[in-house]
């Protein structure tokens, strides 16, 4: 088949057929349904845009605010060297939180914490579940044990956490134990977590 | 008698062709839903974030690369053996080049897809453009080389029958459609050299732990130095569409065969020495070399500038045989409820908004805004995923009856499909060009970060989330509707239907024999695009290798 | 080769259109001085930035009103940035100084126009005039790995008499 010069070819191919069109719709009306909201939303989409862009530009309160692309949660959170559980008179210092990335679904989490039973009664101090960004909980327990007055040991938790998940907060319970008959005292936080970088491979 | 029946082997491969395209289409573009619900934070339980890079991969080789090519070779392999009105010299050797393409795509698809099975040991998480050190599975890079050389062949080819042609007939001019595919592919082999090299010297041996080290930046330039002719690759089989189809589909006949020629000549000189505007904020690169692929690129516009002439003249031409009159009232004449004419031209149309923003791209310092952003997808969007996509859709619909023999099943979903895409394709690309502008990442599972916050210029940050994440909804659900009309017209009939489309072209109303016989001269335009490369590329490739051919070198990094 | 009338117009006025995009961006290198990344940063070997200036990266003052920044992009953090925040003081002229340890990464500076890529065996050299205070988040927008989502930082340009130093 090639060129042709005849004039039967220059008529488009498909025959007006206005019952073939759905539901008895007339063509013209097709038509105008189509191209205008195919098109006309399309052009009130980019017109909107448009017009925001010049009020942007020459309206608005000019570019005097140069806007800040920074959130202000930089500083919260404890890090690596602060105190899990300030309230306590025993420390609790966060020694090192690394989470690494490696092939697979989860990453491994793990924050290492260095207790020193600094009061006069015995002092336990666990960690418990880990908080996700998107309101996920990874399960776990790692504690100290008993510590006698005096005593310091270092405790690493880990956690099997989703990968591409952000660590948010680590339930923590603190006990302090009394001299005499006295019941436990127990302190349960949510301590919120600084950002932990992603270590690559 | 339609095409099927005049070519049947032909056809066959064609049909195969488009197929694979299609399937890859649907495949890429399920993924490409998911990454937009995923990344807006709309519905994250697809999956991780982490497998969210195997996705992304997947969309961007199955669609950028699969889709595209095999969509090519359906298109130029009915076009060549149409136009020359011979079938291809070699069955044979026809479905030897399929096989590999597909052999290759299916190998590096298997490998992307193995990232999402945890029990599978290769994976490929480097996205489309596997910029080293990030190593992929070797067999990842096999499979593109098989897929590349596969290309070559069906190249050849084509050629093959020109050159049969070309002996029966000495002295004519080369018919317009087989033109446009020989220039196409003689820009292809000039480009893909650059990956070619970049994956047979350097990351296979690496990936197989042959080399130790490879020089990142030296990959890198190697792979836009095929990287931007892709997206012509992409674009001239739509041109080709525009160019000979459309004006039918509006019911006339193309304007001006010779500025086509022009066009396509362009494209051939043009496309290579333009990769370093991929490049524009990447260290180790002098300036000087940036500002001559930013002129470069800059006049890359004319050819496209030229076809928007082209084809709205033709158009126009249509329009009035059909009864239009008036300054614009033509416009109404058009057939807009018929599928193919609908596509070919809400492409076209999109493609001047792609072509505009892509002029922000390549203006070297104001690319500083933009580089890595959300625009740059935006950007693309509309420029392959709609001016080639909706226009390899569009042509599918007016193919699909001449090479099966079916006539055209759910016409009115084929009817509504193509506004369907564009309006979703509007809304996702709008707000992809404005998150942009804030500096929100391309490229990024959760670009919802605890220490940035980004600042909307039209717009706030979370209604730019919604309205991707509605537009890229929409647009699966125009994937879909599309491919229950082409699977629905194939498998729907036994191939002896009555069809209603015809087939034949006809002559445009300024013919080749109004053009110069030296745009005929394949030899001399690639003489001159292989000078232009040298001039573009020489010296930067030069000064890369100078200093070491692996140096300064990076081991592989496994994702 | 007979070009209808309208056509040579088009023509003439694509041309025109382009050279006018051309002349912008001139314009742009060197009316306003706008200067792109390029090979002046040199080389260095990723695989032991330690024993380079970039082994202990953070802000240093060279000048009155010149300070340099040395920036490490690493899977999946910046060095200094991620952890605790750039600090430059206001009025003042910086010249980053970014490479990779592994992978390419990017550098975004939201907001604003400092954007470039971290290249391993590459610096990026870029030089920013920060006249008012301000406080910025960095991006790492090139896919880096499973962690590049996380890859974030923040830069803060603090009031000249605030300021104490680098970070």
Redesign the interface.
Known sequence: ?????DDS???????VDAD???DGIS?RT??RL??G???G??LL??GL?FL??LE?QFGGGGDAE??????D??ESGV?VGDDLLPETDRSETLASAVLR?V???RWPLSLTVEVDNSGDTDYEFQLLTLHL??DRTVGGRSSTDRLDPGERRVITAEWSI?????PRAVDVVALIYPDGEDAVETIERRVELA?V????? | MAYVDDFPTDARIVRWNMAVAFLALGVGGLFGMIQALHRTGIFRGFVSSADYYTVLTGHGVLLALVFTTFALCGLFTWGVTRSLDRPLPSPRFTLSWFVLMLVGAIIAAVTILGGLVPSMPFSADVLYTFYAPMQAHPAFYVGLVLFVVGSWLAGVDWFRAYWQWRKDNPGERIPLQTFMVLTTMLMWYISSAGVAVEVLFFLLPWSLGLIQNVDPLLTRTLFWYFGHPVVYFWLMPAYFIWYTVLPKLSGGRLFSDPLARVVFVLFLLLSTPVGFHHQYVDPGIPEGFKFIAMTNTMFLLLPSLLTAFTVVASMEHGARQRGGEGRLAWLRKLPWDEPAFAGCALAGLMFAAGGFSGMINAGMNINYLIHNTLWVPGHFHLTVGTASALTFMAAGYWLFPQITGNRLRFRSLATIQPYVWFIGMTLMSNAMHRAGLAGVPRRTAEPQYDTVSFQGVVGGISEMRLQIAIGGTILFIGLVLFLIVIFGTWLGGDGNDAIRVNGSIPVPLSGPEHSPKILDNLKLWTAIAVVLIALAYGLPLWALVSDGLLAPGSPPIPV | MEIHRYEKIWTAAALLLIVGFIATVTYGTVGAGVKMVDDSGGTVDAGSLGDTEFGDPGVTQVGENQYEVHVVARQFLFQPGTTSPIRVPANSEVTFYVTSADVVHGFEVAGTNVNIMAIPGQVAEVTVRFDDPGEYGIVCHEYCGAGHHTMAGQLVVVPEDEYEGGS
């Open positions: 088949m090639t060129d042709s010069s070819s220059d008529e488009t191919a498909t025959p073939d069109t759905s063509k097709l038509i189509l191209v909201f195919g098109i939303i399309p989409v980019e845009t925001g862009l942007q140069r806007t800040s692309t920074a959130t949660t930089a890090a990335e092939g697979g679904d960004d998107d989703p990968a591409g998940a952000t950002k970088p992603v270590r690559g491979g």
